[in-house]
């Protein structure tokens, strides 16, 4: 299909960004709907990122989604956030109008909504939540537990200066700093694991965390989609436990996004998540 002149324009920016399954996934919802839109990715070094977004702004852009390592840089040069964007200090999309650009994090929504879908709306309420992890991805993920309900939030991660620093902007929450050492103790009744890190992407070394000490009726989230099996899963499966792949937050998270750019709410179903599936495989 090609474009018009009053194409709507949107992308991904991140370094690097070859990675991102976000424009297979916005080509699929542009196709489906017919419209006359593009969604490209970019990449982008972080000494260039403000420039970049100026450039995309006066060249017609709609907006951009923000991927590693730009969440936060994207919450400094936004001039407007939405509620979830200031709880954690971290953006996700930019948009742009004639009231300059406006940063919104949708991730914690693309997590709690993954979740719904896995586990039910109830799967965490009241219940033990361990997070390893201390970057963007794990405030959204401290961000969406609490607002499931969830009893308390144990932060894991190898440096205890950062997981401080990030439990500090949390203070009202039922959030515990938890030391490596303390995991076989800490783990006895975890109901979820969520994995918030960059680690076991496809090219990086995996997170090697013991799941022995949990309990059988225990589910691991992995915010990784690509690959869509990581090791931790694997090793998840392979104990029986509920293993749940980060593509569903990729997909929900996604869908406030295309809405802002495109004009229209897309739908997350099967047919999309096969066609995410074969896009990874591929």
């Known amino acids: 299909m090609s474009l018009s002149g009053s194409a709507r324009l949107a992308g991904v920016v991140g370094w690097p960004v070859s990675q991102s399954l976000s424009p297979a996934l916005h080509d699929y919802w542009i196709g489906e709907h017919r419209l006359d839109a593009a969604y490209v990715p970019l990449p982008v070094q972080p000494e260039d990122f403000a420039r970049v977004v100026d450039g995309l702004r006066r060249a017609g852009f709609r907006g951009v989604n923000v991927t590693v390592p730009h969440k936060q840089a994207a919450f400094a040069l936004a001039g407007r956030h939405d509620g979830a964007a200031r709880a954690i200090e971290a953006v996700n999309l930019l948009t742009f109008d004639a009231g300059g650009i406006a940063g919104f994090n949708t991730d914690a929504a693309g997590l709690s909504a993954a979740l719904t879908d896995a586990l039910g709306a109830a799967a965490v309420k009241g219940k033990v939540v361990a997070i390893w992890g201390a970057g963007g991805a794990a405030r959204a993920a401290i961000h969406a537990l609490a607002g499931m309900g969830a009893a308390e939030l144990r932060l894991f991660n190898r440096t205890e200066g950062r997981a401080q ?48 000490g949990l309990p059988r009726s225990a589910a691991v989230f992995d915010a990784v989609y690509n ?56």
Request: glycine share 10%; hydrophobic share 60%.
């Open 165 to 212: 620093a990030l439990a500090a902007g949390f203070a009202k929450l039922p959030l515990k700093i938890a030391g490596y050492g303390a995991w076989a103790e800490a783990a006895r009744d975890v109901a979820l694991v969520v994995h918030a890190t960059s680690a076991g992407m496809k090219g990086a070394p995996g997170l090697d965390l013991p799941l022995d």
């Open 227 to 282: 690959p869509l099996e990581t090791a931790l899963l694997a090793r998840a499966r392979a104990r029986g436990l509920v293993a749940v792949d980060g593509l569903g937050m990729l997909m929900h998270q996604a869908v406030p996004a295309f809405e802002a750019f495109f004009g229209v709410k897309p739908a997350v179903t099967p047919a999309l998540r096969e066609a995410m599936v074969k896009a990874l495989h591929a």
